[in-house]
Protein backbone atom coordinates (compact mmCIF):
# COMPACT_ATOMS: atom_id res chain seq x y z
CA UNK A 1 0.00 0.00 0.00
CA UNK A 2 2.60 2.21 0.93
CA UNK A 3 4.78 1.82 -2.49
CA UNK A 4 1.36 2.15 -4.88
CA UNK A 5 0.64 5.39 -2.63
CA UNK A 6 3.67 6.77 -3.47
CA UNK A 7 3.32 5.90 -7.21
CA UNK A 8 0.21 7.47 -7.32
CA UNK A 9 1.26 10.69 -5.55
CA UNK A 10 3.84 10.84 -7.84
CA UNK A 11 1.67 10.64 -10.81
CA UNK A 12 -0.37 13.43 -9.29
CA UNK A 13 2.55 15.94 -8.64
CA UNK A 14 3.33 15.17 -13.03
CA UNK A 15 0.20 15.50 -13.87
CA UNK A 16 0.04 18.86 -11.66
CA UNK A 17 3.47 20.31 -13.26
CA UNK A 18 2.54 19.29 -16.83
CA UNK A 19 -1.04 21.24 -16.08
CA UNK A 20 0.44 24.14 -14.50
CA UNK A 21 2.76 24.48 -17.77
CA UNK A 22 6.23 23.68 -15.76
CA UNK A 23 8.96 22.21 -17.60
CA UNK A 24 11.08 19.08 -16.69
CA UNK A 25 13.66 20.57 -18.96
CA UNK A 26 15.82 22.62 -16.55
CA UNK A 27 18.63 21.96 -18.42
CA UNK A 28 17.76 24.34 -21.48
CA UNK A 29 16.53 27.67 -22.35
CA UNK A 30 14.32 28.32 -24.77
CA UNK A 31 14.97 31.11 -27.01
CA UNK A 32 12.71 32.32 -29.60
CA UNK A 33 13.64 33.01 -33.08
CA UNK A 34 11.13 35.76 -35.33
CA UNK A 35 12.27 35.89 -38.51
CA UNK A 36 10.18 36.05 -42.08
CA UNK A 37 10.44 32.36 -43.28
CA UNK A 38 7.94 33.03 -45.79
CA UNK A 39 6.72 35.76 -48.63
CA UNK A 40 9.10 38.03 -50.80
CA UNK A 41 11.45 38.28 -47.87
CA UNK A 42 12.27 34.82 -47.00
CA UNK A 43 15.41 34.70 -48.43
CA UNK A 44 16.84 37.03 -45.85
CA UNK A 45 14.61 35.34 -42.80
CA UNK A 46 16.07 32.07 -43.66
CA UNK A 47 19.85 33.61 -43.89
CA UNK A 48 19.06 35.24 -40.28
CA UNK A 49 17.67 32.31 -38.53
CA UNK A 50 21.11 30.22 -39.74
CA UNK A 51 23.16 32.76 -38.28
CA UNK A 52 21.30 32.10 -35.01
CA UNK A 53 21.32 28.56 -35.69
CA UNK A 54 24.89 28.88 -35.70
CA UNK A 55 25.41 30.86 -32.92
CA UNK A 56 23.59 28.99 -30.52
CA UNK A 57 25.74 25.57 -32.09
CA UNK A 58 28.66 27.45 -31.02
CA UNK A 59 27.39 28.65 -27.63
CA UNK A 60 26.81 24.59 -26.46
CA UNK A 61 29.66 23.68 -28.16
CA UNK A 62 31.22 25.42 -25.48
CA UNK A 63 28.84 24.45 -22.65
CA UNK A 64 25.37 26.61 -23.17
CA UNK A 65 24.69 29.34 -20.92
CA UNK A 66 24.78 28.72 -16.81
CA UNK A 67 25.78 25.51 -17.54
CA UNK A 68 22.04 24.98 -20.20
CA UNK A 69 22.10 24.04 -23.25
CA UNK A 70 20.18 26.59 -25.14
CA UNK A 71 17.18 25.51 -27.44
CA UNK A 72 15.21 27.75 -30.12
CA UNK A 73 12.08 27.71 -31.66
CA UNK A 74 11.10 29.34 -34.74
CA UNK A 75 8.13 31.63 -35.41
CA UNK A 76 7.54 32.96 -38.83
CA UNK A 77 6.54 37.27 -39.19
CA UNK A 78 6.31 37.26 -42.73
CA UNK A 79 7.37 40.65 -42.83
CA UNK A 80 3.46 41.14 -42.24
CA UNK A 81 1.96 42.75 -38.98
CA UNK A 82 -0.71 40.39 -38.50
CA UNK A 83 1.34 37.57 -39.45
CA UNK A 84 3.89 38.80 -36.87
CA UNK A 85 1.37 38.88 -34.22
CA UNK A 86 0.80 36.03 -34.22
CA UNK A 87 4.03 34.62 -34.50
CA UNK A 88 4.75 36.77 -31.62
CA UNK A 89 1.40 35.06 -29.68
CA UNK A 90 3.00 31.60 -30.77
CA UNK A 91 6.35 32.36 -28.72
CA UNK A 92 4.82 33.56 -25.87
CA UNK A 93 2.46 30.61 -25.36
CA UNK A 94 5.51 28.32 -26.20
CA UNK A 95 7.22 30.23 -23.24
CA UNK A 96 10.32 31.41 -24.10
CA UNK A 97 12.51 33.49 -22.46
CA UNK A 98 13.93 36.07 -24.60
CA UNK A 99 13.60 36.54 -28.47
CA UNK A 100 15.67 37.37 -31.27
CA UNK A 101 14.29 38.75 -34.12
CA UNK A 102 12.64 41.62 -36.01
CA UNK A 103 13.42 42.00 -39.84
CA UNK A 104 10.51 44.33 -41.15
CA UNK A 105 9.85 47.05 -39.10
CA UNK A 106 5.95 47.31 -39.40
CA UNK A 107 5.80 43.96 -38.69
CA UNK A 108 8.06 44.06 -35.39
CA UNK A 109 6.27 47.18 -34.22
CA UNK A 110 2.98 45.28 -32.76
CA UNK A 111 5.23 42.43 -31.27
CA UNK A 112 6.88 44.53 -29.13
CA UNK A 113 3.32 44.84 -26.61
CA UNK A 114 2.87 41.10 -27.16
CA UNK A 115 6.30 40.26 -25.54
CA UNK A 116 5.98 43.43 -23.33
CA UNK A 117 3.14 41.94 -21.80
CA UNK A 118 4.39 38.82 -20.95
CA UNK A 119 7.95 40.56 -19.62
CA UNK A 120 9.69 38.93 -22.69
CA UNK A 121 13.30 40.70 -23.77
CA UNK A 122 13.58 40.69 -27.66
CA UNK A 123 17.01 41.73 -29.22
CA UNK A 124 16.08 43.49 -32.76
CA UNK A 125 18.68 42.25 -35.30
CA UNK A 126 17.55 44.59 -38.61
CA UNK A 127 14.12 46.32 -37.94
CA UNK A 128 15.53 49.69 -37.72
CA UNK A 129 12.62 52.33 -38.03
CA UNK A 130 12.66 55.18 -35.45
CA UNK A 131 9.15 54.83 -34.90
CA UNK A 132 9.98 51.46 -33.08
CA UNK A 133 10.66 53.43 -30.46
CA UNK A 134 7.52 55.08 -29.67
CA UNK A 135 5.93 51.74 -29.34
CA UNK A 136 8.84 49.77 -27.42
CA UNK A 137 7.53 49.35 -23.65
CA UNK A 138 11.11 48.74 -22.49
CA UNK A 139 11.96 44.83 -23.69
CA UNK A 140 12.80 45.73 -27.16
CA UNK A 141 16.80 46.48 -27.90
CA UNK A 142 17.88 47.27 -31.84
CA UNK A 143 21.43 46.76 -32.50
CA UNK A 144 20.67 48.05 -35.64
CA UNK A 145 21.16 51.57 -36.19
CA UNK A 146 17.93 53.71 -36.59
CA UNK A 147 16.41 55.31 -39.65
CA UNK A 148 17.65 58.55 -37.97
CA UNK A 149 21.29 57.33 -38.46
CA UNK A 150 20.66 56.35 -42.44
CA UNK A 151 18.80 59.83 -43.32
CA UNK A 152 22.39 61.74 -41.55
CA UNK A 153 24.35 58.92 -44.12
CA UNK A 154 22.11 60.16 -46.83
CA UNK A 155 22.67 63.53 -46.50
CA UNK A 156 26.01 63.51 -46.08
CA UNK A 157 26.55 62.01 -49.56
CA UNK A 158 24.42 64.19 -51.16
CA UNK A 159 25.95 67.01 -49.87
CA UNK A 160 29.67 65.65 -51.08
CA UNK A 161 28.00 64.81 -54.83
CA UNK A 162 26.91 68.35 -54.29
CA UNK A 163 23.23 67.63 -55.06
CA UNK A 164 20.79 70.72 -54.92
CA UNK A 165 17.65 69.20 -55.58
CA UNK A 166 16.30 65.60 -54.30
CA UNK A 167 13.59 63.87 -55.11
CA UNK A 168 12.49 60.93 -52.85
CA UNK A 169 9.90 57.58 -53.44
CA UNK A 170 8.84 55.58 -51.20
CA UNK A 171 6.13 52.72 -50.21
CA UNK A 172 4.11 54.34 -47.05
CA UNK A 173 5.08 51.69 -44.94
CA UNK A 174 6.81 52.63 -41.86
CA UNK A 175 10.52 52.12 -43.25
CA UNK A 176 9.98 53.64 -46.14
CA UNK A 177 7.87 56.35 -44.96
CA UNK A 178 10.18 57.19 -42.09
CA UNK A 179 13.26 57.30 -43.95
CA UNK A 180 11.63 59.08 -46.77
CA UNK A 181 10.41 61.90 -43.91
CA UNK A 182 13.44 62.18 -41.87
CA UNK A 183 15.54 62.47 -44.88
CA UNK A 184 13.34 65.46 -46.56
CA UNK A 185 13.44 67.49 -43.32
CA UNK A 186 17.31 67.23 -42.46
CA UNK A 187 17.85 67.60 -46.60
CA UNK A 188 15.75 70.57 -46.16
CA UNK A 189 16.94 71.93 -42.67
CA UNK A 190 20.78 72.05 -44.45
CA UNK A 191 18.98 74.56 -46.86
CA UNK A 192 18.68 72.59 -49.91
CA UNK A 193 15.78 71.57 -51.85
CA UNK A 194 13.61 68.54 -52.06
CA UNK A 195 11.38 68.82 -55.27
CA UNK A 196 9.31 66.05 -54.69
CA UNK A 197 8.01 63.21 -52.08
CA UNK A 198 6.57 60.13 -54.59
CA UNK A 199 4.49 57.22 -52.75
CA UNK A 200 3.95 53.73 -54.83
CA UNK A 201 2.29 51.00 -54.35
CA UNK A 202 3.88 47.91 -53.77
CA UNK A 203 4.32 45.54 -56.74
CA UNK A 204 3.60 48.37 -59.08
CA UNK A 205 4.86 47.64 -62.49
CA UNK A 206 4.38 50.74 -64.73
CA UNK A 207 6.65 53.72 -63.36
CA UNK A 208 6.47 55.69 -66.97
CA UNK A 209 4.03 58.42 -65.22
CA UNK A 210 6.31 58.82 -62.24
CA UNK A 211 9.21 59.05 -64.37
CA UNK A 212 7.63 61.71 -66.58
CA UNK A 213 6.30 63.54 -63.23
CA UNK A 214 9.83 63.43 -61.97
CA UNK A 215 12.02 64.70 -64.71
CA UNK A 216 9.87 67.18 -65.25
CA UNK A 217 10.91 68.48 -61.54
CA UNK A 218 14.54 68.43 -62.46
CA UNK A 219 16.13 66.43 -59.61
CA UNK A 220 20.14 65.73 -59.23
CA UNK A 221 19.27 62.97 -57.18
CA UNK A 222 16.63 60.27 -56.36
CA UNK A 223 16.12 58.70 -53.63
CA UNK A 224 14.57 55.20 -53.15
CA UNK A 225 13.79 54.39 -49.47
CA UNK A 226 11.86 51.16 -49.86
CA UNK A 227 12.99 47.48 -50.37
CA UNK A 228 14.94 45.45 -53.24
CA UNK A 229 11.90 43.46 -54.71
CA UNK A 230 10.64 46.85 -56.73
CA UNK A 231 13.47 49.09 -56.35
CA UNK A 232 15.38 47.93 -59.60
CA UNK A 233 12.12 47.89 -61.84
CA UNK A 234 11.87 51.83 -60.76
CA UNK A 235 15.91 51.72 -61.24
CA UNK A 236 15.63 50.83 -64.81
CA UNK A 237 12.94 52.63 -66.02
CA UNK A 238 14.15 55.80 -64.76
CA UNK A 239 17.67 54.84 -66.50
CA UNK A 240 15.59 54.20 -69.97
CA UNK A 241 13.46 57.46 -69.71
CA UNK A 242 16.53 59.44 -69.56
CA UNK A 243 17.43 60.10 -65.73
CA UNK A 244 21.04 60.34 -66.00
CA UNK A 245 22.17 61.62 -62.21
CA UNK A 246 22.90 59.95 -59.19
CA UNK A 247 20.54 57.50 -57.67
CA UNK A 248 20.63 56.10 -53.89
CA UNK A 249 18.83 53.28 -52.10
CA UNK A 250 18.56 52.33 -48.22
CA UNK A 251 19.44 49.84 -46.74
CA UNK A 252 16.41 47.62 -47.13
CA UNK A 253 17.73 47.44 -51.35
CA UNK A 254 20.83 46.68 -50.41
CA UNK A 255 20.46 42.48 -51.51
CA UNK A 256 23.08 41.57 -54.71
CA UNK A 257 19.62 40.45 -55.83
CA UNK A 258 18.85 44.78 -57.14
CA UNK A 259 21.89 44.86 -59.04
CA UNK A 260 20.97 41.01 -60.36
CA UNK A 261 17.43 42.20 -61.27
CA UNK A 262 18.14 45.62 -63.03
CA UNK A 263 21.54 44.82 -64.83
CA UNK A 264 23.59 47.62 -66.07
CA UNK A 265 21.09 50.62 -64.92
CA UNK A 266 22.11 49.75 -61.33
CA UNK A 267 26.13 50.93 -62.08
CA UNK A 268 26.87 53.76 -60.30
CA UNK A 269 23.83 53.37 -58.02
CA UNK A 270 24.70 54.26 -54.33
CA UNK A 271 23.22 52.52 -51.23
CA UNK A 272 23.08 52.97 -47.43
CA UNK A 273 24.19 49.94 -45.93
CA UNK A 274 24.17 48.45 -42.75
CA UNK A 275 27.63 46.43 -41.79
CA UNK A 276 28.12 43.80 -44.39
CA UNK A 277 29.82 41.03 -43.84
CA UNK A 278 32.69 41.30 -46.74
CA UNK A 279 33.70 44.46 -44.68
CA UNK A 280 33.92 43.31 -41.68
CA UNK A 281 37.73 42.68 -41.02
CA UNK A 282 36.36 40.19 -37.80
CA UNK A 283 34.05 38.31 -39.50
CA UNK A 284 36.17 36.02 -41.10
CA UNK A 285 35.72 32.99 -38.90
CA UNK A 286 31.94 33.60 -38.71
CA UNK A 287 31.73 32.92 -42.61
CA UNK A 288 34.20 30.12 -42.51
CA UNK A 289 31.44 28.51 -40.52
CA UNK A 290 28.72 29.75 -42.01
CA UNK A 291 29.42 27.86 -45.32
CA UNK A 292 30.26 25.04 -43.43
CA UNK A 293 27.27 24.42 -41.38
CA UNK A 294 25.23 25.70 -44.26
CA UNK A 295 27.09 25.36 -47.42
CA UNK A 296 26.14 28.90 -48.93
CA UNK A 297 27.59 32.39 -48.07
CA UNK A 298 26.02 34.20 -45.57
CA UNK A 299 23.81 37.09 -46.93
CA UNK A 300 23.56 40.79 -45.49
CA UNK A 301 22.10 40.75 -42.51
CA UNK A 302 23.47 37.30 -41.44
CA UNK A 303 26.01 39.55 -39.06
CA UNK A 304 23.63 41.15 -37.33
CA UNK A 305 22.10 38.18 -36.59
CA UNK A 306 24.89 36.50 -35.35
CA UNK A 307 25.22 39.00 -32.85
CA UNK A 308 21.99 39.20 -31.39
CA UNK A 309 22.00 36.00 -30.16
CA UNK A 310 25.81 35.89 -28.69
CA UNK A 311 24.70 39.34 -27.30
CA UNK A 312 21.24 37.76 -25.55
CA UNK A 313 23.69 34.72 -24.36
CA UNK A 314 25.75 37.36 -22.67
CA UNK A 315 23.21 39.19 -21.37
CA UNK A 316 21.70 35.99 -19.70
CA UNK A 317 25.16 34.98 -18.44
CA UNK A 318 25.42 38.55 -16.85
CA UNK A 319 21.63 38.02 -15.87
CA UNK A 320 22.45 35.03 -13.75
CA UNK A 321 19.36 33.10 -14.08
CA UNK A 322 17.03 32.23 -17.13
CA UNK A 323 14.52 34.84 -16.15
CA UNK A 324 12.69 37.49 -18.35
CA UNK A 325 13.27 40.44 -15.85
CA UNK A 326 16.75 39.85 -15.23
CA UNK A 327 17.57 39.30 -19.00
CA UNK A 328 15.91 42.62 -19.53
CA UNK A 329 18.05 44.57 -17.17
CA UNK A 330 21.13 42.83 -18.54
CA UNK A 331 20.66 43.66 -21.89
CA UNK A 332 19.34 47.54 -20.70
CA UNK A 333 23.25 47.73 -19.00
CA UNK A 334 25.04 46.43 -21.88
CA UNK A 335 28.26 48.88 -22.74
CA UNK A 336 30.56 47.53 -25.23
CA UNK A 337 29.37 44.19 -26.32
CA UNK A 338 31.96 42.75 -28.97
CA UNK A 339 29.88 41.89 -32.00
CA UNK A 340 31.78 40.89 -34.92
CA UNK A 341 29.62 43.65 -36.44
CA UNK A 342 31.32 46.18 -34.62
CA UNK A 343 30.25 46.83 -30.56
CA UNK A 344 27.04 47.11 -29.31
CA UNK A 345 25.72 49.62 -26.18
CA UNK A 346 22.35 51.46 -25.69
CA UNK A 347 20.76 54.66 -25.52
CA UNK A 348 18.08 55.21 -23.24
CA UNK A 349 15.56 54.25 -25.78
CA UNK A 350 17.72 50.83 -26.57
CA UNK A 351 18.87 51.94 -29.87
CA UNK A 352 22.21 51.33 -30.78
CA UNK A 353 24.36 54.14 -29.43
CA UNK A 354 26.54 54.64 -32.22
CA UNK A 355 25.96 54.81 -36.32
CA UNK A 356 26.82 51.79 -38.16
CA UNK A 357 25.95 52.91 -41.57
CA UNK A 358 28.42 52.46 -44.47
CA UNK A 359 27.85 53.96 -48.00
CA UNK A 360 27.94 51.08 -51.00
CA UNK A 361 28.36 51.68 -54.89
CA UNK A 362 27.49 49.51 -57.46
CA UNK A 363 29.81 48.01 -59.70
CA UNK A 364 29.60 45.42 -62.21
CA UNK A 365 27.39 42.70 -60.88
CA UNK A 366 28.65 43.79 -56.89
CA UNK A 367 28.21 46.13 -54.23
CA UNK A 368 31.69 47.63 -53.29
CA UNK A 369 32.65 50.08 -50.12
CA UNK A 370 32.29 53.82 -51.48
CA UNK A 371 35.00 54.57 -49.39
Known amino acids: MTKKWFSMAAVVAVMQLFLSGQSFATDEIKVGIMVPTTGIEAIFGKDMENAILLAVSEINAKGGILGKNVITTTSDEACDPQQASSAASTLVAEEVVAVVGGYCSPATAPTLKIFGDAGIPIVIPVADSSKLVGVNPGNGFQINSTGIDQAITAVNLFKERKIKKLAIIHQRDNYSADLATMTARKWKGMGYEVVAVEVVKKGEQDYSALVIRLKSKAPDAVFWTAYY ?27 PKLIEIAGKAAEGVFCFSKPMIEYLPTAKAFVDGYKKKFNQEPGPYSALAYDGMNLLADAIKRAGAADKAAITKALKETKEFKGIAGPISFKTDNTLARSNFVVLIAKGTHWTLYK
Open 229 to 255: DDGPLIIKQLRQGGFSKLIAVGDGSNS
